[in-house]
């Protein structure tokens, strides 16, 4: 009897301490769930206050921002984004950004953002978008977003408009191509050099009366391809353009000048140079107009002769 109880007692003991342990896994594994709850909320707030912070950064920017992902589905914008487009969020989220880009565009657009690539992940672009019944030009910064793992997510895009500037680019544009055709078209010659007397251009007559092409006389000294001197004298005659970017001022030749052009062929000629000035009025340059006057000179000879 003794020892049946004795066994009883031992079997209860062990139960007991069987369930202690038991328990006391329960409370560690309890107070690991309670930790685990804990930091996954501490990462949900923290994870909030950052689209709290990034969401205030973004509203802050002038530029349009917006994240979309690779079939062009619109997952966020700033508030800038929808009043450049005049659109609500609720018409924007979720919607293709195809419908926004001109159609003329769309094809170029697509090419350049199959570009973008992990070893090259932003690629900028610039292309027309349609709104309401007006074009606009806008220039992209387009990046992929990956996640810690480097996967893929999505794009973002930081865009502003580029319009005006366009416009002036437009303008200024027609401007040199008016400007170039002038100048090939006119019957004297021009030519224009930097400060330091190179040779930037040659229009076709200056081409002509030098003897050599723009190619070849691009960035040479003026002197090397510009040799006059006097007609009598056959001294050396200072280059105009020299004079006129040293004291600032139009300087005309003198007459009886003469130009000996790189095929050895000798023309008179009579010439104007002047500074050219940027919009600070500092120097950037010299433009020389010349032409032949070689039957002049002959027949102004003949006169002087006597044989009219």
């Not at 005049?86 to 018409?91: D, L």
């Not at 251009?201 to 030098?210: G, M, Q, R």
Request: charged share 25%.
């Amino acid at each position: 009897m003794a020892l049946r109880k004795l066994i009883q007692k031992a079997l209860t003991l062990l139960s007991f301490a069987r369930l202690s342990a038991a328990n006391r896994e329960l409370e560690r594994e309890i107070s690991d769930v309670h930790d685990e709850i804990r930091l996954l909320k501490q990462a949900e707030i923290a994870s909030k206050q950052s689209d709290i912070c990034y969401r205030a950064i973004v509203e802050d920017q002038t530029e349009v921002i917006a994240r979309y992902l690779p079939d062009g589905t619109l997952t966020f914008f700033n508030q800038a984004f929808a009043l450049y487009y005049g659109r609500s969020p609720e018409e924007l989220i979720g919607s293709p950004d195809q419908p926004m880009i001109l159609e003329a565009d769309r094809q170029r657009v697509a090419e350049f953002v199959a570009l973008i690539s992990a070893d090259h992940p932003v690629v900028i672009i610039e292309n027309r978008v349609l709104l309401g019944d007006r074009v606009r030009w806008t220039k992209w910064h387009n990046r992929m977003v990956f996640d810690e793992q480097g996967c893929f997510l999505e794009f973002q895009s930081v865009g502003y408009d580029i319009t005006d500037f366009k416009e002036i680019e437009e303008k200024l544009f027609q401007e040199k191509e008016l400007a170039q055709v002038t100048l090939q078209s006119i019957g004297d010659g021009v030519l224009t050099t930097d400060v330091f007397r190179r040779i930037q251009y040659l229009n076709p007559v200056a081409k002509s009366l030098l003897g050599c092409s723009e190619a070849s006389a691009e960035g040479l000294l003026l002197g090397e391809v510009f040799d006059i001197v006097h007609e009598m004298t056959r001294e050396k005659v200072q280059n105009p353009i020299e004079e006129a970017l040293q004291e600032n001022r139009i300087v005309s030749l003198a007459n009886h000048t003469v130009l000996i052009n790189q095929n050895d062929r000798e023309i008179a000629i009579q010439d104007s140079a002047a500074p050219i000035h940027n919009r600070e009025g500092q120097i950037i340059g010299g433009v020389m107009v010349f032409r032949d006057v070689t039957q002049n000179a002959v027949f102004t000879s003949a006169i002087l002769a006597g044989n009219p």
